[in-house]
């Protein structure tokens, strides 16, 4: 069983999407077995992160920006691709440091996320 | 079929349960398919390596030592989340950077590792 | 349903094999499903990226260089295993940093891996 997720955004950043995930798991009446999530961007990764404090969003985020800076940055000058931005090819950077699939045990109906 | 590896740890470093879970593939009676492991914490990761020589496991661990210090580093002060413990958010960010999620194949009964 | 796909390489560096993984996945005659791709070295990882442009495959691998220099690097002399050659932990930790597995749905007989 299959759906797309959209997940609009306005900006770089953390874009949250646990509750319609944890939603199309429920609906779907799997007791057991296993959720992949893939995203179609390559520009755009997937990370599972506790949630319960708004630094701990915040603080991997500039950890990303601090190790890959925009384009602008004296530190990327040598980055050849940036006809489509600055933060294009750091973007792609990124998401080749990241995630881009994710695979995740369905327990009791829900994803076996942990706490 | 799924699982709970309990993986004990007293200290951060790496902790090695190939053995267990080689054990639970085999008795499963699965001879081929997909094995996928997850990890539950959100400042803890999964890696796939040799482990002929014990540099080729201390190597890795110190690169991220250095990557993403200790909050206390210098260069770290920018860390906003420091609350639960200098070593807490660094571990968050090594852990967006390796894996949380690894799916092998099984193959002749066992996960297909490679030597 | 499983598969090697055997990429031979002269050097380092990025290597495409996508139309194999096409043609299998369309072999197959799965219509929708889950590919999982694993790659059995250690010093070696998968990257899912947009081909339009040569600098966008140039520009991560310098960047991981980078990130990751060679055990000769000034940066790196911590380094303890460097028995195999002063690339093979470089390499060793490049892994670690990306992807080694991959779960990609199938949808319509073809990894569906946006545009």
Redesign the interface.
């Known amino acids: 069983m299959?759906t797309v997720f959209n997940v609009r955004t306005s900006s770089a950043g953390r874009h949250e999407f646990t509750d319609a995930v944890v939603r199309f798991v429920r609906d779907s009446g799997v007791r057991?077995g296993?959720l992949?999530l893939?995203?179609?961007?390559?520009s755009c990764s997937l990370?599972?992160?506790?949630n319960a404090?708004p630094?701990?969003r915040?603080?991997?985020q500039?950890?990303?920006v601090?190790?890959?800076p925009s384009s602008e940055d004296p530190s990327m000058l040598?980055?050849?691709?940036t006809?489509e931005g600055s933060d294009d090819?750091p973007a792609?950077?990124k998401?080749?440091?990241?995630?881009?699939?994710?695979?995740?045990?369905v327990?009791d109906g829900r994803p076996?996320?942990?706490?």
Do not use: C, K, N, Y
């Open positions: 299959q057991e296993l992949t893939f995203v179609q961007h390559t990370l599972v992160q506790e404090d630094d701990v915040r603080d991997p500039e950890f990303f601090r190790l890959v040598w980055l050849t691709h006809t090819m792609h950077i998401a080749a440091l990241t995630a881009v699939s994710l695979s995740i045990p327990t076996a996320l942990g706490t």
